[in-house]
């Protein structure tokens, strides 16, 4: 069974710059799209960058040009680098992962929590202004 474990929270002012870290046990991106998901007070939890096992990205428009995820096959890891952050960017970061051929296009667009079986224990981000 995966585990994932994410790590890189923290406090930062705004324009800062944090880097979150998901540790997978095993070798997840041949078969599985992975993702990081955030979830806001009283939100639901949203897709906000996706690497499918195509290899394409996609990112949420609210997060488009400031954050970069990156995948290290090599080491299991999935990265979130966040830089000119923004106190509405503080939020739970979730790092997930589904079985399957699910575009990473949809994860960023539309609902798709329920098809992520495996999830992180979340890494808590704050923004001040």
């Known amino acids: 069974q995966v585990h994932l474990m994410e790590s890189g929270g923290g406090s930062v002012q705004a324009g800062g710059s944090l880097r979150l870290s998901c540790q997978a046990s095993?070798?997840?991106?041949?078969?599985?799209?992975v993702a990081w998901f955030r979830q806001l007070p009283d939100q639901e939890r949203e897709g906000i960058a996706a690497?499918?096992?195509?290899?394409?990205?996609s990112y949420r428009d609210s997060v488009k040009g400031r954050f970069t995820i990156s995948k290290d096959t090599s080491k299991n890891t999935l990265d979130l680098q966040m830089d000119s952050l923004k106190p509405e960017d503080t939020a739970m970061y979730y790092c997930?992962?589904?079985?399957?051929?699910?575009?990473?296009?949809?994860?960023?667009?539309?609902?798709?929590?329920?098809?992520?079986?495996?999830w992180g224990q979340g890494t808590q981000v704050t923004v001040s202004s």
């Open positions: 690497v499918d096992t195509s290899g394409d990205i």
């Open positions: 997930a992962a589904a079985r399957g051929g699910y575009a990473a296009r949809l994860v960023t667009t539309v609902r798709m929590n329920h098809y992520f079986s495996v």
């Open positions: 095993t070798d997840i991106f041949r078969n599985y799209c």
